[in-house]
């Protein structure tokens, strides 16, 4: 159902008062001038800057009273009228708060009118969210972002107003989902402004400008990613995994039966490939790449929390087919079990929206979550439904850590077979691909320092200094691994190696996040 038949719908079942949730006062306009020729009621358009305007069938505008710019003695209007009609009330938001108490009584007024004279009152804002005490009387309708068929209309618009030829390529039209009419349309008129055309060429630019948008939302950033599964050493059994869900996005799929694949949750060591994964999946399957900032969503107005999580999830769905990385997921999630006494309930209701969309969702929007640790995680968040699988990503075997150090060593120009890469893997028990990384980065610190070309003993020296997390987290990757034994699938095809048989002496100072303790066994109270 199209939010425009919703908005017909709920206007032919008698409702007095309805709320449309939207940036985009110029659909919300044509959807709202729609419905009065559907309905053959006038409609009269208020803000607080023009007053009242009578609107025309064809959407043109005429004055009907400038100086009605008072919003109580507008309602109240309304309310005495003998006269049918449509009222949209723009921008209405700063009005729907609670200290506006008698402006709210008005509504729920409105609310109760009889059936005749037939009047309907139209709420515009840019956001949902109503005061508590209207929620039950008035129905929220979110406009949708723009389709396709709505930025056909919106590039044709840019082409004339900017006097340049323009072909509807679907790849142009395809760069510019995600974003509004008004956002779509800056887009377009500054590809036309600097090719003075608009075609597949275009095409560059609109994505550029798509990603600056998305990026200003700070909730979500839209990743331009040039990594690919060559990139990940190991996790064989999640790379298959991950080839047979990418099929079920080809054509058929549908046809054959097959659901859209939901997503995965990456369980497992930090610096272990998890993110690098998430970026390489989208590339191999050439989808977009939206990363989720889960600690952007909460804002400090009442409701931008809400708002700010509704919004991403949006443009995600207009996306689709498109990939949304939401990293170190537990981090978003903390707090979730006190919210009712910490915030209000802010966390609880931003995390639900979140799981219900995960478990409801039927758009091709694959989420890809990382998480460090699972003690954080909520049990909700867990169970099926909410993800296709869950991989627990650990430490690198042998064999992996040679794969490893030699992607990184092409990476900087080097030949895998100049070093003794087979020996610098047995010397790396219990690093991470992170560590290898930067044990090859200070080997060629100090080799340029030396004015010498790099050799395998720069790199053995960047070992021997690394203390990796395998030892000051020895426990926390012991507790994470016997987890993961009954409750998730293994990332690598083969069994991890036992960690390093080296302690960290009993009289180092630790971090109260590097060891929990038991304080009731005997000599562990300091």
């Not at 009621?41 to 959407?59: E, M, R, V, Y």
């Not at 108490?101 to 709420?123: C, F, G, M, Q, T």
């Not at 095409?203 to 979500?220: D, F, G």
């Amino acid at each position: 159902m199209t939010t425009f038949d919703h908005l017909l719908h709920l206007a032919q079942a008698g409702a007095r008062l309805l709320h449309i949730a939207s940036y985009e006062w110029e659909r919300v306009r044509g959807h709202v001038i729609g419905l009065s020729n559907r309905v053959d009621l006038p409609l009269h358009i208020w803000s607080q800057s023009t007053g009242l305007l009578a609107c025309k069938p064809d959407g043109q505008n005429a004055d009907e009273d400038r100086d009605a710019t008072d919003p109580m003695e507008m309602l109240r209007r309304i309310h005495d009228s003998e006269l049918s009609g449509i009222w949209l009330m723009e921008d209405f938001h700063p009005f729907l708060r609670e200290e506006h108490h008698p402006l709210l009584r008005w509504l729920r007024e409105l609310a109760r009118l009889p059936a005749s004279p037939r009047k309907l009152v139209i709420l515009s804002t840019p956001l949902p969210g109503l005061p508590i005490d209207l929620r039950k009387e008035i129905p929220t309708i979110e406009l949708e972002l723009p389709g396709v068929d709505d930025l056909r209309v919106v590039l044709q618009d840019a082409a004339d107003a900017a006097r340049v030829h323009a072909t509807a390529d679907e790849a142009l039209l395809d760069a510019a989902r995600g974003l509004t009419v008004m956002e779509a349309r800056l887009a377009f008129g500054k590809a036309a402004a600097e090719l003075r055309r608009l075609d597949h060429g275009a095409v560059p630019l609109v994505a550029r400008e798509k990603e600056r948008i998305i990026k200003q939302s700070e909730v979500l950033e839209y990743y331009e990613t040039r990594a690919s599964m060559a990139d990940v050493g190991g996790l064989d059994q999640l790379k298959a995994w991950l080839d047979r869900r990418g099929r079920a996005f080809g054509a058929g799929a549908r046809e054959y039966g097959l659901d859209a694949p939901k997503g995965v949750l990456l369980l497992g060591v930090q610096g272990c490939g998890k993110s690098l994964l998430a970026k390489a999946v989208a590339a191999t399957w050439q989808f977009p790449l939206l990363r989720f900032d889960m600690g952007k969503v909460f804002g400090g107005i009442v409701g931008q929390s809400e708002g700010n999580i509704r919004t991403a999830l949006q443009v995600a769905q207009a996306l689709a087919p498109c990939v949304l990385w939401i990293d170190e997921i537990e981090k978003g999630l903390a707090g979730m079990g006190s919210s009712d006494q910490t915030d209000g309930g802010t966390t609880a209701r931003v995390v639900g929206t979140l799981l219900t969309w995960m478990q409801e969702k039927r758009d091709p929007v694959f989420v890809v979550a990382t998480a460090n640790r699972i003690e954080m995680l909520p049990p909700e968040l867990l169970r099926k439904g909410r993800f296709d699988e869950i991989f627990f990503v650990d430490l690198p075997t042998s064999a992996v850590r040679e794969e490893i150090l030699s992607i990184h060593l092409k990476k900087k120009g080097r030949a895998p077979k100049d070093y003794d890469v087979a020996g610098l893997a047995a010397r790396s028990v219990g690093f991470s691909g992170a560590e290898l990384e930067e044990a090859i980065r200070e080997g060629l610190f100090e080799a340029f320092a030396e004015g010498r070309e790099l050799h395998t003993e720069h790199i053995t020296r960047a070992l021997d200094r690394t203390f990796p997390l395998s030892r000051t987290m020895r426990e926390q990757i012991e507790s994470l691994r016997q987890w993961a034994k009954v409750r998730a699938r293994l990332a690598a095809g083969e069994p991890p190696e036992p960690l390093p048989g080296e302690q960290v002496a009993g009289d180092v100072p630790r971090l109260r996040q590097e060891a929990t303790r038991n304080p009731f066994i005997p000599g562990a109270r300091t």
